[in-house]
């Protein structure tokens, strides 16, 4: 009885490549991975944020003519009396404090973002890698979750984290299966 040729060299490849595939650095790959997820909530939830507007309507008398008013003619206008500036809870995303977050100007952009989740610390516990995107601004979970008002009332919660997170856990597992691919590509040659 003849048992036939074998081609041995396929399997010699398979079992290269699957050594290499084991040499990986699985713990770099999933560290890298989950920054990546940091980086991408913080792309959502920091556009989500609210600002806040300390505009108050004042009545203005027109000292001259001009094109929408006559002299005399009393009308309101949006003015920001207290000096405040907006942005704050915003910026906190990218800041290590509140008076971080309250003395910047501008709001963060995408490559403040990505650069902060870069420099985020990840740990693991168990099988789980843990990496905690903080805002550091007081009255965050009072604007995230809703507060009572001085009068007694209920100011409703916008929720722009709890969304946000949301819209990434739709995402996450599309952006795990490409960065794998690449691994498994990069291990298979292919």
């Known amino acids: 009885m003849k048992w036939g ?27 890298d991975t989950s ?23 004042v009545k203005v008398t027109a000292k001259r003519d001009s ?3 006559k002299k005399g003619d009393v009308y309101t206008k949006r003015v ?13 995303w990218t800041a290590r404090t509140e008076g971080e977050a309250a003395g910047g100007q501008g709001h963060p952009t995408a490559d403040q973002a990505k650069a902060y989740a870069e420099a ?7 099988t789980t890698y843990v990496v905690e ?3 550091p601004v007081h009255y965050a979970s009072y ?6 008002t001085p009068g007694g009332g209920w100011k409703e919660g916008k929720y722009f984290l709890t969304i946000s997170e949301q819209q990434l856990r739709g995402q996450a597992p599309a952006i795990i ?10 291990a298979f040659n292919v």
Request: include cysteine.
């Open 177 to 186: 299966e490409d960065k794998l691919k690449k691994l498994l590509r990069g």
């Open 35 to 57: 920054k990546e997820l940091a980086a991408r909530l913080l792309s959502l939830v920091i556009p989500a944020t609210p600002v806040g507007n300390y505009k108050t309507e």
């Open 5 to 31: 040729r074998c081609e041995y060299r396929q399997l010699i490849k398979l079992r290269d490549n699957l050594a290499k595939l084991q040499s990986a650095d699985l713990d770099k790959f999933c560290r």
């Open 120 to 126: 985020l610390p990840i740990s693991k516990q168990g």
């Open 80 to 92: 920001n009396r207290s000096g405040k500036m907006g942005g704050t809870l915003r910026r906190g």
């Open 143 to 148: 604007v995230e979750f809703g507060h009572r």
């Open 67 to 69: 094109k929408h008013h």
């Open 133 to 135: 995107v903080i805002n």
